[in-house]
């Protein structure tokens, strides 16, 4: 009798949804005390999206999870898992934004959950569909990371304003016995000594919502930005160097790198440290900003529509975020090319 194959996880379909407003540089001079040319040579941005007042993160996952799903050339029945990586849920305690988004696309009795890990939220959700289908417990696990990190964000506050954006992308993850389609690694970590260089106060158990709470504003993002950056640069590139040393991987061999996009001088420090020529390194921080959750996963739909990413290239996941969070992940792109 011949033994049965491992169930493998592979990385089937993308999809994203970037809402219609955009939010310039030359807007955010009107609102507060800063200029384009501090705001392009500090971090590379020139826009970011920005959802409308009734349109909610699950709206936004919702149509990049159909997206992906129709390019996966499945349907809502076939998916068995749905997780959504978010810090900006549609509500902050229950229900989760994952249980809302499979409501939307007409995904019924699977088990949904969100993922907290900020910015790294999506590959931590990778490391997770890849755990559920090696295991044999699912098949088609939908990945979402969506944020509407304007909801969060104080447009009086010029060290954070400028960086975040909005959108949604999202991933089939599925079962598959072909070793050549198969994640190669994944690897996720945290550290929360670091928990105040990004923390948004409230509402939760320690703060409640309360009069106080609304006028201090600790409802919104705070982040040490020079801290954060430095150890941005440090953690990725090191993150990076050992997920391709232990694979016995040349960062020549990577067609694709595929950094968070929080800033385009930690993505430059990163690539330069991994001696990355700029064809390696994909960026969109410049029309998206930070989108968190949702900046990889857009990232990766990005070069997809362009028809820059083809079946069965290398992709080269690297992220960092509060928590603080980080994570990587080497894999090839196992869907058609557009
Ligand atoms: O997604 C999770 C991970 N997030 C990140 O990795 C973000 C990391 N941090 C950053 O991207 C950068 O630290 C920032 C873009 C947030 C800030 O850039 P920086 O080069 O670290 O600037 P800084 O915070 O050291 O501030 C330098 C100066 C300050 O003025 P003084 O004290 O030198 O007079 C700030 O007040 O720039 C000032 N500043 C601004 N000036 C004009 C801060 N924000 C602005 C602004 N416009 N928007």
Same mark, same amino acid.
């Given at each position: ?70 390019? $996966?050339?499945?349907?809502? =029945? ?5 997780? *959504? &990586? ?31 890990? %900020? *910015? ?10 890849? &755990? ?35 959108? %949604? @992308? ?33 509402? @939760? ?11 201090? !504003? ?52 990163? @690539? ?6 700029? =064809? ?13 959750? $949702? ?39 196992? !869907?058609?090319? *557009?």
């Amino acid at each position: 009798m011949s033994a049965t194959k491992p169930q493998l996880a592979s990385f089937r379909s993308i999809g994203a949804y970037v809402p219609e407003k955009i939010l310039s540089n030359e807007d955010l001079e009107k609102m507060v005390d800063t200029t384009d040319e501090w705001i392009t040579k500090r971090t590379g941005i020139k826009e970011r999206h920005i959802a409308d007042k009734d349109e909610s993160t699950s709206d936004m996952g919702a149509k990049a999870a159909q997206k992906a799903i129709e390019r $996966a050339g499945l349907k809502a =029945e076939d998916i068995d898992l749905v997780l *959504c &990586a978010t810090v900006t849920p549609d509500y902050f305690n229950m229900p989760s934004t994952a249980c809302i988004i499979s409501d939307k696309i007409g995904i019924r009795n699977v088990q949904a959950f969100d993922i907290s890990a %900020a *910015c790294s939220g999506f590959v931590y959700a990778l490391s997770v569909a890849k &755990a559920f289908i090696e295991s044999g417990m699912k098949k088609n696990v939908l990945v979402v990371g969506a944020e509407k990190f304007s909801s969060i964000v104080d447009y009086t506050d010029r060290s954070t304003c400028i960086l975040f954006g909005d959108g %949604a @992308g999202a991933a089939v993850i599925s079962a598959t016995e072909k070793e050549d389609e198969a994640f190669v690694d994944v690897h996720a970590s945290a550290d929360g000594n670091y928990a105040d260089f990004l923390v948004t106060p409230a509402p @939760g158990s320690v703060n409640p919502v309360s009069q106080q709470v609304i006028d201090e !504003g600790l409802n919104f993002v705070q982040m040490k930005g020079n801290e954060t950056f430095k150890l941005a640069v440090k953690t990725l590139t090191k993150d990076v160097k050992e997920i391709l040393e232990k694979n016995a991987i040349a960062s020549d061999d990577i067609p694709h790198f595929i950094p968070h996009q929080a800033n385009y001088r930690i993505i430059k420090a990163v @690539g330069d440290a991994l001696k990355m020529k700029e =064809e390696q390194v994909v960026r969109t921080v410049h029309k998206y900003g930070n989108t968190s959750a $949702a900046s990889i996963p857009m990232a990766i739909n990005d070069i997809w529509e362009s028809g820059r990413l083809q079946k069965g290239e290398l992709m080269l996941l690297d992220t960092f975020g509060g928590g603080l969070t980080w994570a990587s992940a080497l894999l090839p792109f196992a !869907g058609e090319s *557009c």
